[in-house]
């Protein structure tokens, strides 16, 4: 509440004391013995899924029941009695106990996704958004724009916890260090798709947001955060966009052996994922009018008599697929046959399909 200003104090407040929690329940975590962190393992598993994975609670419907499933996240996720704070906390404190690295990021991939949708749609309903929207230029702008709304608060929470969060897996799984500080755990551990799938997510709910190529980079995500926080998380050298170039495959086995800097290398690289998108932001010639996936085609696709090019190897297409279960387009045959037969994820959720679809697209013709 009150002036952003203030608010930005209580932020940085909020979250060093949510940091210190952290610190203590891993602290005391490590102390234990092998016979006592598997209590604690089976207890934290069980009580996530009695919250996801039971279909009945309280006598009716369990609102949260899969959640994270695909095919039924996107139904459950405007439903009124689901509140996605209280799916940030479950996943954030017992995750890292007992999660896999694969499923890890995927779970945090649908409740950001959720998540975002839901606050974004509730403003634009609520006309918390100014009318300049369409005037945001730079991350900064988008940053004002949730203060503005008062959702500042709200997409720092994101921020913050998905950031320790993921801090806590790599040091209950490989061993690594805790960081000291809230500021050297946001240069190692932020969440660099977040900024991705704001943009997208006011682009597809209004159609004056413009699409910004900023806002899929490394330093378009630090901008934004060091607006919303007050915090400009400084990367390491190993988190430079020169050396972001390649999209991780999050789809390994997670029972294959791997060491603690691996497993580091591959988290730094999972927060990143979204450099090798920007060529495919920069060919967005207008908005995403809506949430359907022929609409998502159009723009993608740009303007009509263009040559259409698919989002993956950049070659021209003359048909356009797109995955059954997220349903995100914009890929030609021969890319989408490879990612469904590889089992590797859509480039842009990291969800997996077992088949894909031609796009029946008019302007191709």
């Not at 899969?66 to 996605?84: E, M, P, Q, T």
């Not at 050396?243 to 999972?270: F, I, K, P, V």
């Not at 021209?316 to 021969?334: K, L, P, Q, V």
């Amino acid at each position: 509440m009150g002036d952003p200003q203030y608010r930005k104090v209580y932020i940085q407040k909020a979250l060093r004391l949510m940091r210190h929690m952290f610190t203590m329940n891993i602290n005391k975590t490590m102390e234990q013995s092998p016979e006592e962190k598997q209590i604690i393992e089976v207890t934290a598993k069980s009580l996530f899924e009695k919250m996801f994975f039971s279909e009945y609670t309280n006598g009716g419907i369990n609102p949260y029941f899969n959640y994270f499933y695909s095919d039924s996240a996107a139904s459950h996720s405007n439903y009124a009695g689901l509140n996605n704070r209280l799916v940030l906390m479950f996943l954030t404190f017992l995750g890292p106990y007992f999660l896999t690295d694969n499923d890890f990021y995927i779970y945090f991939t649908v409740l950001l996704e959720n998540y975002v949708e839901n606050i974004c749609d509730q403003a634009l309903t609520c006309a918390l958004f100014s009318e300049n929207i369409s005037e945001c230029n730079s991350p900064e702008s988008f940053a004002h724009q949730f203060t503005e709304a008062r959702l500042d608060t709200e997409t720092a929470l994101l921020i913050g916890l998905t950031a320790m969060a993921s801090a806590a897996f790599d040091c209950m799984n490989s061993g690594l260090e805790w960081p000291e500080t809230l500021e050297t755990l946001l240069q190692t551990y932020l969440p660099y798709e977040l900024s991705c799938i704001i943009n997208f997510n006011m682009a597809k709910l209004c159609s004056t947001c413009p699409v910004l190529p900023a806002m899929y980079s490394v330093d378009g995500m630090q901008e934004f955060t060091n607006s919303i926080l007050g915090i400009k998380p400084a990367p390491s050298p190993a988190l430079s966009s020169e050396s972001l170039n390649t999209l991780t495959d999050y789809s390994r086995d997670s029972g294959s052996e791997a060491s603690g800097e691996e497993l580091h290398a591959d988290r730094q690289n999972q927060s990143t994922a979204i450099h090798e998108q920007s060529d495919l932001v920069a060919q967005l010639q207008r908005p995403l009018a809506s949430q359907s996936a022929m609409e998502g085609m159009d723009a993608v696709g740009g303007a009509s008599g263009e040559t259409k090019r698919c989002s993956i190897c950049c070659g021209a297409m003359t048909e356009m697929m797109t995955f059954e279960n997220c349903e995100h387009a914009g890929f030609c045959e021969i890319c989408a046959e490879r990612i469904t037969h590889e089992q590797s994820g859509c480039p842009f959720c990291r969800i997996k399909s077992k088949s894909y679809k031609k796009v029946i697209d008019t302007s191709f013709h």
